[in-house]
DNA sequence: TAGTTTGTTAAACATGCGTTCAAGATCGGA
DNA sequence: TCCGATCTTGAACGCATGTTTAACAAACTA
């Protein structure tokens, strides 16, 4: 179930404690004193078995993404989504990892930035293949709507605390999930508007949420 | 125009310095030494103007949050998205604002979990106007679907890096933010799939943008 | 068993941090 | 003009940081 995350060693454990602290408080608030108390060791192992605490991050980083991606015998390289819903179905194990993920693509890495393009390419191509087969309407600009809906599903992750709360649990819960995967179904079915009164022309705003102006 | 915030006081210079590099970079990753080089003083003079790094935050937050809620004459009070709109259409100026904005959903502070909440509230409270004068198709989980479309509404923000690099301008474009708004019009109209097809039932996965498993 | 590599710690080091302080510059009101 | 208050600086202080080093323990290799 777990993948070789608990290989027992004590690099591993480090590195399992710098992802637990960097995804909780970002890379810039998390010391090597920190993540070496959080591991139970010395601060001078950090360095020891990472070089830096740079160093450190793109371990973390690498370790995360190589999880997200090359999962288990049968997925599809690189299969984001089927990761991430097996990482839901274990919040209690996996919870660290998803609070990583979302930090990810707001502490500007590189490796968020690839992975962000990746997605991108991902959504694009299976777009297209809902179009070909007419179970997905075409759009007018098909490379915006796939950057919106990776967007879209990335921000589950990163304003993962806002929408926990606002939905009454303290953390991530699966309820919590559901409910927005529920409402998410909903609105990619047949949007918000009703057939008949659609809005002339959309500013370049937050969004229609708050641009109800009829 | 631009309201108070080119009174041009050593102390707003300060401030102003602040947004724009906690916006950047975060603030644990900003020194009270890079903020007075930015503003062209010295280190002392900050702490003098505002008591403390933390305090000097949370004026910022206050100084953004103010001008995002409480804008202009002829604004209902809280309309978030004019203010948002009107940055918008003059980056140059506002971008600073809207990165800082941004931050603020990540960086958790109170400010942050604060405005969130009301938005959903407005959000809230919009939708079941729409929905009572027919614009707006009922939602079987109305919160849920308000606190998802809050959430949608800042990703443009929390993620403008990233949309900026996808859609291939370096920063935050006019262009890039029109695409993106009718994209998101077209998803708000009639959603993604066609009125035959609907996917069964959605996990709570990262979103549908990948789980068009058929 | 002896020797070499690896794992690990505690102390030390230089650097940069937030903040304080003493001193001067600048200014408005008497 | 003088004075008190405010603005501003540069140096200093104590502290936490990332990293280095020396020493030692453990484990493999011969």
Redesign the interface.
């Known amino acids: 179930m777990r993948s070789r995350s608990d290989d027992s060693t004590t690099k591993a454990r480090i590195r399992d404690a710098a992802i637990r602290l960097i995804g909780q ?2 890379f ?2 998390t010391s090597a004193r920190a993540v070496a108390t959080e591991a139970g060791v010395s601060a001078g192992l950090v360095i020891h078995h990472f070089g830096s605490m740079r160093e450190l991050k793109v371990a973390c980083d690498d370790f995360i993404i190589t999880e997200v991606t090359h999962r288990k015998v049968g997925m599809g390289e690189g ?4 990761a ?2 097996e990482w ?1 179905a274990d919040l209690p194990t996996f919870e660290p990892w998803l609070i990583y993920l979302g930090r990810l ?4 890495s590189v490796a ?2 690839d992975l ?2 990746r ?2 390419a ?2 694009h191509t ?2 297209a ?2 179009v070909a ?5 075409p ?3 098909e ?3 796939a ?13 993962q ?3 926990a ?3 009454g649990s303290s953390q991530l819960s ?1 309820d919590s ?19 008949s ?3 002339s ?12 102006r ?1």
Chains 1, 2 share one sequence.
């Open positions: 408080n970002g810039a608030a299969d984001v989504s089927a991430v819903s839901y693509f707001t502490d500007d968020g930035a962000f393009d997605l991108v991902m959504s299976m777009l293949e809902g087969s007419g179970a997905i309407t759009s007018a600009d490379h915006a709507r950057v919106l809906l990776v967007t879209h599903s990335l921000s589950t992750l990163t304003l605390s806002h929408i709360r606002s939905l699966l999930l559901s409910r927005m995967g529920n409402a998410a179904l909903e609105l990619y079915t047949h949007g918000i508007y009703t057939p009164t659609t809005p022309q959309e500013g370049p705003g937050s969004g229609p949420t708050h641009d109800l009829h």
